[in-house]
C-alpha cells in the first residue's frame, strides 16, 4: 500500500527535516495518511481473510501508537498500542505475529518508563524477553517483520533480513531491560544485561560506535567495582577499539561540525577517564594483598602470590574470556591487541607496577587534553589527584627509599599549584582534600627521610634540615584542613560531622607526632614541640571520651595517643629537670 510506505517515509525521514517551529509536522502528514489506510482496511474486511485483516490492523494500531508517543501524546499512544497486543494475543507465537507483538511491547515499556512507572515497563519488557524465548524454542524461523503486511509478495524480505530485524528488535528489549534494572537499583541484573546488548550490537552490526563504546566503559566501571580486572579490561578494550571507528568528523565552517568534533574530544576524554581508573584500581588492589601491617611490601606474601599465580592464572582466563568476549573475529583480533598493551592480573614487584602505571600516566595526559582546569575545574583536579594516587600507589613498590621520596615529589608539584590557584569560598570539598593529600604527603616524605636518617651513623645538618622542614609543612598543610572546619566565628565544631570526623582525628594524630618529630637542640624549644604533641594527643581522647561513637573511626590512632598521653608528662619532666637541676 502505497500509503503505509509514504507515512513511514514521513515518519522516519522526513520528521528531521521538520522545522523547529514546527518540530512534528511529518509525524502529523504521516498520522492523517495512517488513518485514510485504517479506513480502507474497514471497508475491505467483510470480504477479506479474518486473521489477515486482524494482523494488518494490528500493524496500523503500532504505526499510530509509535506516532502519538513520538508526539508526546502518551495516553492515545497506550490505547493504539494496547489495540495492537490485543489483536494480536490469540496469535502472538505465530510467524507473522511475533515480531510486531514485540515490538509493540519494548513501546509500551518504554512509555511506562517516561512515566516513571518502572515496575510496569519491567512487567512488559519481561514479557517480551519471554515471548522471543519461547518462539525460539518453539519455531525459531526467521518471523515477518510488521513492515511486509502492506508489501506486494515480490518486495518481501529475504530469510536473512528477516532475521536481522526480529533480532534487533530483541535486543532493543535486553537495552531497556538494562535500563530498568538499573533504575530499580539491580546492578548485577543490569550489569548483565548490558553487557548481552552490547555484545548482540556488535554480531548484527546495530550499534552507533560513539554510544556503544561509552556505554562498555561505563560497563566496564561496574567489573572494576567487582574486582573482575580481566572483565572490565576487556570491556575499555572494546571500547577504545569500537570509538576509534566513529572517525574523525569532517572539518567545516559550521558550527555543528565543530560541535560534533568536540563532543568527540569529550567522549574520547571520558573513555581514557574509565583507564585511568583501571590502572589505579588494579595497582591499589595488589597494594591490598602485599601490604603487611604497617602498610610495607611484604617479601613473604609476595613470594606466595607469585608462585600461586603461575599456576592459576592461564586456566583462569581462558575459561572466563569465552563468557565475555565480544564482537566478530576482525574486532576481536583488535581488542585483544589492545589488551596486551596492559596486564590484567596484580602487579607483584615494582617493573610489573611500572608498566600499568605508565599506562594509567599516558591516558591521564590524553584526559587532561580535553578536561583543561579553564572550563572543567573540578574534572581537571580529579585527574590531577588520581594522578597523584598513581604515583603514591607506584612508591609502594618500591624499594629504594630515596626515589620514593621523589615519587612523593612529583605529587606535591602537582598537587601545590593547583591548591594555589584553587579559591575554597566556591570549592570547599575539593580544597580540603588537596589540604589533606599534600599533608599527607609531606608527612609521608617526612617518614622516609627519617627512615634514610636512621640508617646513618650520625645525621647532619642537611638531612635534620629536611626533616624539619617536610615536618613543618605537613603540620601546615593539616592545620589549614582543620581551619576549613572552623564555623564562621573561627571556633572548632564541638562534634564532628561523619564526613570529616576520620580525617580531622587522622590530622591531629598526625600533627602530634610531627610535634615529636622535630629535631632541635634546643631543649626549651623540645619541651614546648612536646608540650604541643600532648595537646593535640590529648585531644583526641578526650573527644573520644565525650563521643564513644567516634572510637569506631580511630581506634589505632586512639590506642597510640593513650599511650602517648601516659609517657609524655614523664619525659617533659625528665627534660625540665634537666634544665633547672638546682631548682
Known amino acids: 500500500c502505497e500509503k503505509f510506505r509514504t507515512a513511514r517515509t514521513l515518519s522516519a525521514v522526513e520528521s528531521r527535516k521538520d522545522p523547529e517551529t514546527e518540530p512534528y509536522r511529518s509525524k502529523y502528514s504521516a498520522r492523517a495518511l495512517l488513518q485514510e489506510v485504517k479506513q480502507l482496511l474497514s471497508a475491505a474486511e467483510e470480504g477479506g481473510e479474518a486473521r489477515l485483516v486482524a494482523v494488518r490492523r494490528a500493524v496500523l494500531e503500532y504505526e499510530l501508537g509509535v506516532n502519538h508517543t513520538d508526539t508526546e501524546e502518551l495516553s492515545a499512544g497506550e490505547e493504539h498500542l494496547q489495540r495492537c497486543t490485543q489483536l494480536l494475543e490469540p496469535h502472538r507465537l505465530s510467524p507473522d505475529c511475533v515480531s510486531l507483538y514485540i515490538q509493540a511491547q519494548n513501546n509500551l515499556g518504554i512509555l511506562w518508563s ?29 518471523p515477518v517483520d510488521p513492515s511486509e503486511h502492506f508489501m506486494a509478495e515480490e518486495e518481501k524480505l529475504t530469510d536473512q533480513e528477516r532475521s536481522k530485524r526480529f533480532e534487533k528488535a530483541y535486543t532493543h528489549t535486553l537495552y531497556y531491560l538494562a535500563q530498568v534494572y538499573q533504575h530499580l537499583e539491580m546492578i548485577e541484573k ?172 599516558n591516558y591521564v595526559q590524553e584526559a587532561k587534553e580535553f578536561f583543561q582546569v579553564d572550563g572543567y ?34 605529587r606535591i608539584d602537582m598537587l601545590e599549584p593547583i591548591y594555589a590557584d584553587l579559591n575554597p569560598h566556591y570549592y570547599l570539598l575539593i580544597s580540603r582534600q588537596l589540604q589533606f593529600e599534600l599533608a599527607d604527603t609531606y608527612y609521608e616524605m617526612m617518614d622516609l627521610k627519617v627512615a634514610i636518617g636512621n640508617r646513618l651513623e650520625e645525621l647532619d645538618s642537611h638531612t635534620i634540615k629536611k626533616i624539619n622542614s617536610l ?11 582543620l581551619d576549613s572546619l572552623r564555623n564562621p566565628d573561627k571556633v572548632f565544631p564541638e562534634e564532628l560531622e561523619e564526613d570529616v570526623l576520620r580525617p580531622a582525628m587522622v590530622a591531629k594524630f598526625h600533627i602530634a607526632r610531627l610535634y615529636g618529630k622535630l629535631i632541635t637542640s634546643d631543649s626549651k624549644k623540645q619541651l614546648e614541640n612536646m608540650q604541643t604533641s600532648l595537646e593535640y594527643y590529648t585531644f583526641l581522647v578526650d573527644y573520644c571520651e565525650k563521643y564513644p561513637d567516634a572510637v569506631r573511626a580511630v581506634e589505632t590512632e586512639l590506642e597510640l595517643s593513650k599511650e602517648m598521653v601516659g609517657l609524655l608528662p614523664t619525659r617533659m619532666e625528665r627534660l625540665r629537670a634537666k634544665l633547672c637541676p638546682f631548682i
Open 114 to 142: 517516561e512515566r516513571d512507572e518502572i515496575k510496569t515497563a519491567q512487567t512488559y519488557l519481561e514479557s517480551a524477553e519471554a515471548l522471543y524465548n519461547q518462539y525460539m524454542k518453539e519455531d525459531g524461523n526467521p
Open 190 to 361: 543490569a550489569a548483565q544485561y548490558c553487557h548481552t546488548t552490547l555484545k548482540r550490537q556488535l554480531e548484527y552490526c546495530g550499534y552507533y560506535p560513539v554510544e556503544w563504546a561509552l556505554n562498555a566503559a561505563t560497563l566496564s566501571q561496574y567489573y572494576l567495582s567487582k574486582q573482575c580486572f580481566m572483565e572490565s579490561r576487556h570491556c575499555l578494550a572494546a571500547a577504545s577499539v569500537i570509538f576509534s571507528q566513529a572517525g574523525q568528523v569532517p572539518s567545516a565552517e559550521d558550527n555543528e561540525a565543530e560541535q560534533d568534533q568536540q563532543d568527540l574530544r569529550q567522549r574520547k576524554a571520558e573513555i581514557a577517564r574509565c583507564w585511568i581508573k583501571y590502572c589505579l584500581n588494579l595497582l591499589q588492589s595488589a597494594r591490598k594483598l602485599l601490604e603487611d601491617n604497617i602498610g610495607e611490601l611484604d617479601p613473604d606474601r609476595q613470594l606466595e602470590l607469585k608462585a600461586q599465580r603461575k599456576k592459576e592464572e592461564d586456566e583462569k582466563e581462558k575459561g572466563r574470556k569465552k563468557a565475555v568476549l565480544f564482537g566478530t573475529s576482525d574486532i576481536c583480533d583488535s581488542v585483544l591487541a589492545m589488551e596486551e598493551k596492559v596486564s590484567s592480573v596484580y602487579p607483584l614487584d615494582f617493573q610489573e607496577a611500572r608498566e600499568i602505571f605508565l599506562v594509567g600516566q
Open 377 to 410: 575545574v573540578t574534572d581537571h583536579i580529579e585527574i590531577v589527584q588520581d594522578h597523584s594516587a598513581l604515583f603514591k600507589v607506584l612508591a609502594f613498590f618500591e624499594e629504594d627509599y630515596e626515589r620514593r621520596c621523589k615519587m612523593h615529589k612529583r
Open 471 to 481: 615536618a613543618q609543612l605537613a603540620i601546615k598543610y593539616y592545620e589549614l584542613f
